[in-house]
Every structure is written in C-alpha cells, then in structure tokens.
C-alpha cells in the first residue's frame, strides 16, 4: 500500500505562486508515475501534470508555462507541484496521485487552492 499525504493548499491573490507537495510513504518502491488532478466547483476532476519515475512530464494545455511537477526520490517519494501565475480559474482542491504497473492507484486527501481577483 501507498499512503500520500498533501500540504501547499492556501488562499492567494491572482498572479501569486504557491507549491504543493506530496510525500508517499508505504510501498514507494511500486509506484511509476505521480500525478496532481484538481476538481474545481461544478467540474470533473482533470489531470494537471504528472511524471514519470524517468523524469518525464506532462502539463495539461491551461497551466503550461506556469505550472512546474517535479520529484525527489528519497526515503520518502515527494511529488512537487510549483505554481506561479495564479489564475482565479485555477481554484481547485488538489489531489496527489501515484501509480505503478503492480499497484493500485492511490489519492491523497486534497488539498485547497483559493485564488482570489
């Protein structure tokens, strides 16, 4: 089993940066990808950015060039997400992801992101 646990969440003025992490403890060894979603009010969940155990990434179109996922493999596998350039559109909860070709997928908690105009 891998346990995820989120912090970063906060309330920002637009054009502000915050940075979210995500420490996985547990059966780290299994996971491949880390990822961080956002559900925003009245929307599905969708897929920010992710990245692989490799180093590759991807960004989802709206945060491109604004938005930075990195990662550091240690004791604990921590996921980073940078967010500068905040938009009020970017108000969402957070949510950490990790998945691995043997295990089951696994979400953190969520964390709050308010941005305010």
């Known amino acids: 089993q891998v346990q995820l646990v989120e912090s970063g969440g906060d309330l920002v003025q637009a054009g502000g940066s915050l940075r979210l992490s995500c420490a996985a403890s547990?059966?780290?060894?299994?996971?491949?990808?880390m990822a961080w979603y956002r559900r925003a009010p009245g929307k599905q969940r969708e897929l920010v950015a992710r990245?692989?155990?490799?180093?590759?990434?991807?960004y989802v179109d709206s945060v491109k060039g604004r938005f930075t996922i990195s990662r550091k493999n240690n004791a604990k596998d921590t996921v980073y997400l940078q967010m500068n350039g905040l938009k009020p559109e970017d108000t969402a909860v957070y949510y950490c992801?990790?998945?691995?070709?043997?295990?089951?997928?696994?979400w953190g908690q969520g964390t709050q992101v308010t941005v305010s105009s």
């Open positions: 992801n990790a998945q691995g070709p043997v295990m089951a997928s696994s």
């Open positions: 547990g059966d780290i060894f299994l996971i491949n990808t």
């Open positions: 990245i692989s155990s490799a180093g590759s990434s991807y």
